[in-house]
Structure formats: structure tokens, C-alpha cells
């Protein structure tokens, strides 16, 4: 499901009845695929609303933002230098 949204979101127009197939071979139903093409699409839409606004993220959540990737690239250095000899 997670490789169908990511090519929902990044090349839509090359969604075909076959991953639809795959789905549904993979055991989810309609109104699986269906929330996840709600989902995306509603994530799609909601980002190019802001981006064509230009609306800009409130302060307090960009530095969340900025807070969490700075802890993220800092555990993948610490994970890099473990495992590296």
C-alpha cells in the first residue's frame, strides 16, 4: 500500500488497474484503496492550497520541525559511526 501512495502522490497518471490488482491480491479491499487515494489526494491538495497561498508554517511548528530532523540526522550519524569499522 505504501509503494501504490507513494506512486499516487509522485506519478498519478501512471496508476493502473493492475496495481489496483495487486491490492486487492495483497488483501485489501476497496474501501482500503479508496481511503488511501482519499488520503493522498487530500495531502495533494491541502500542500498545493498553502504552497499557492504561500502560506508559511506558524513558528512554533517549524521549530518542532527543525527540532525533530536535527534529532533524526543526529541518531543516523550515532547509528553510521556504530556500525562502521
Do not use: C
Not at 53 to 67: D, K, L, N, V
Amino acid at each position: 500500500m505504501l509503494n501504490f501512495a507513494r506512486a499516487l502522490h509522485g506519478a498519478p497518471d501512471e496508476i493502473s488497474a493492475e496495481d489496483i490488482d495487486r491490492l486487492r491480491a495483497g488483501g485489501f479491499t476497496d474501501e482500503n484503496i479508496f481511503d488511501a487515494v482519499m488520503i493522498v489526494a487530500f495531502f495533494n491538495f491541502i500542500n498545493r492550497v498553502a504552497d499557492g497561498i504561500g502560506a508559511a508554517p506558524e513558528p512554533e511548528a517549524q521549530e518542532s520541525w527543525e527540532r525533530h530532523l536535527q534529532e533524526v540526522l543526529a541518531a543516523r550519524k550515532l547509528a553510521t559511526t556504530r556500525y562502521s569499522a
